[in-house]
């Protein structure tokens, strides 16, 4: 059976995010989502937010904070990634951004036209002065960027 993209509730994401990500729980809020959908079920999901990284929230700049498909769905992670690249591009942002763990290929992002942009130096967050409870990976990660958008002509 095929699969279409349509709008989603952030609720709705969340939810699918919570009960079937491999290694995230669903992300604080949100700015949209996408849901993939086979008929009547909800086989994938993808969250677009403001950049978790305050240097990269310039206003232009759209994160997908997550991204959540079903094994077995062909093509879902890629087709979901270049609906956000599209949506994101026809709302004014400049930048489309996302990151997957330096032990991820990113073969679905390399598929959709992303390019790798940089890594993180990974770490935990917490220290003395503000405590913090590391439930999330804390390894290396890998910052990919969407193909051009609307960047400004140089």
């Given at each position: 059976m095929r699969t279409e993209i349509r709008p989603v509730t952030l609720r709705q994401a969340r939810d699918f995010v919570n009960h079937h990500?491999?290694?995230?729980?669903?992300?604080?809020?949100?700015?949209?989502?996408?849901?993939?959908?086979?008929?009547?079920?909800?086989?994938?999901?993808?969250?677009?937010?403001?950049?978790?990284?305050?240097?990269?929230?310039?206003?232009?700049?759209?994160?997908?904070?997550?991204?959540?498909?079903?094994?077995?769905?062909?093509?879902?992670?890629?087709?979901l990634y270049s609906r956000m690249r599209r949506v994101g591009q026809a709302m004014g942002y400049q930048r489309i951004i996302t990151y997957t763990l330096d032990t991820e290929p990113g073969t679905s992002l390399r598929a959709a036209g992303w390019t790798?942009?940089?890594?993180?130096?990974?770490?935990?967050?917490?220290?003395?002065?503000?405590?913090?409870?590391?439930?999330?990976?804390?390894?290396?990660?890998?910052?990919?960027?969407?193909p051009e958008v609307n960047r400004p002509k140089r």
């Open positions: 990500h491999r290694h995230h729980y669903a992300p604080q809020g949100g700015q949209f989502g996408l849901a993939l959908m086979r008929g009547p079920d909800l086989v994938g999901v993808a969250i677009a937010g403001r950049p978790v990284a305050r240097g990269l929230d310039d206003g232009l700049t759209l994160e997908v904070t997550r991204l959540c498909v079903l094994d077995g769905v062909r093509n879902g992670c890629s087709r790798e942009d940089g890594r993180t130096t990974g770490g935990s967050w917490n220290s003395p002065a503000r405590k913090r409870a590391d439930d999330h990976p804390i390894q290396r990660k890998i910052r990919w960027l969407a």
